[in-house]
């Protein structure tokens, strides 16, 4: 029999939103931001780190006076670091502005100071790697533009794309948070958000060294997309789609080559919620998402399914 679960992991603040998860030294950690409302300019980082059941074995806290932090992203580098992404909002007597910025943990409890990562303004949403190089897309609302950003964190890290995907450039508006795969050949995967005229999806593509790319049009709508490689045609997809009953978190699947996008499942959600992050172990999916669905108010979920083949197949064959 296959497993499948979902639990709360989190339920402690006002509204707990934003995300994501991954795999560090054989245990499960998720980030997500803490806050008295989505909109809030109090937002903090919590970071938990779980055991394959589910189970919380620690926690962290991360907070910068004067700063909202918001949409916190996890990754390993090269050196089996974790590295933390986040944007931050500075309210303070000198004026306001926004600021990517990074941390790195050698243990996943002690955490680096923060430093600065792209250009203020930018909100870089998410670092994927391949050979040793992290990657992300950044967007700017007012530009209604995004850039392809490559480096270290760490170290450098610049923008090598500066028009990857705009209005100016592709007539359609205000693209925002994505998520990117690599696949074994080398090629680069885009999904991308948009919030203007049709608000549809994008899947981008692009051959080393990345430079030109090719765009489709998914015709769906995909709010703080997520996605993993599962060979190299299909992508395993998680965020917020729109149903009869309001926003839902969902689980897709996507053909790369023929950019076909099909629902596999909604989880349990409702209200203010997505914002997923995902973690294939030994063929087991866990996907962190928030939700108000419970609780009258915004928490932290996990979900589990044992077999995400079967998952898969159960989809293709319906």
Excluded at 114 to 138: D, M, N, P, S, T
Aim: proline share 3%; with cysteine; net charge positive.
């Amino acid at each position: 029999m296959v497993t499948q679960w979902q639990k709360c992991i989190s339920a402690r603040a006002s509204h707990s939103a934003f995300t994501d998860l991954c795999e560090f030294n054989q245990h499960l950690y998720c980030c997500f931001r803490e806050a008295t409302d989505h909109i809030s300019g109090d937002g903090r980082i919590c970071i938990l780190k779980l055991n394959w059941q589910g189970q919380i074995i620690d926690k962290n806290h991360l907070r910068i006076a004067g700063a909202d932090l918001r949409d916190p992203k996890l990754s390993v580098d090269g050196n089996n670091k974790l590295i933390l992404l986040a944007y931050a909002r500075y309210r303070g007597e000198s004026g306001a502005y926004s600021q990517p910025l990074t941390w790195f943990s050698g243990d996943g409890f002690s955490w680096s100071s923060a430093k600065e990562i792209g250009h203020k303004y930018w909100w870089l949403w998410r670092l994927r790697w391949h050979q040793g190089q992290a990657f992300g897309v950044a967007y700017n609302r007012q530009a209604q533009r995004t850039a392809l950003y490559s480096g270290h964190p760490l170290r450098t890290f610049e923008c090598i794309v500066d028009d990857l995907f705009s209005l100016s450039r592709q007539a359609k508006g205000y693209p925002n948070e994505s998520d990117m795969l690599f696949t074994q050949d080398n090629t680069v995967y885009v999904l991308l958000r948009r919030d203007a005229d049709s608000c549809t999806a994008q899947l981008g593509m692009a051959k080393p060294p990345y430079r030109r790319w090719q765009w489709q049009d998914l015709g769906v709508y995909l709010g703080g997309p997520t996605m993993l490689g599962l060979d190299q045609e299909r992508a395993l997809v998680s965020g917020r789609v729109w149903t009869e009953q309001g926003p839902r978190t969902a689980l897709l699947r996507l053909n790369l080559r023929s950019a076909r996008i099909k629902l596999i499942t909604l989880l349990p959600s409702a209200g203010d919620n997505s914002y997923p992050g995902m973690v294939i172990k030994h063929n087991a999916l866990y996907v962190s998402y928030y939700s108000s669905h419970q609780q009258q108010k915004s928490c932290i979920y996990l979900y589990h399914h044992g077999d995400v083949e079967r998952l898969l197949n159960e989809v293709e064959e319906g």
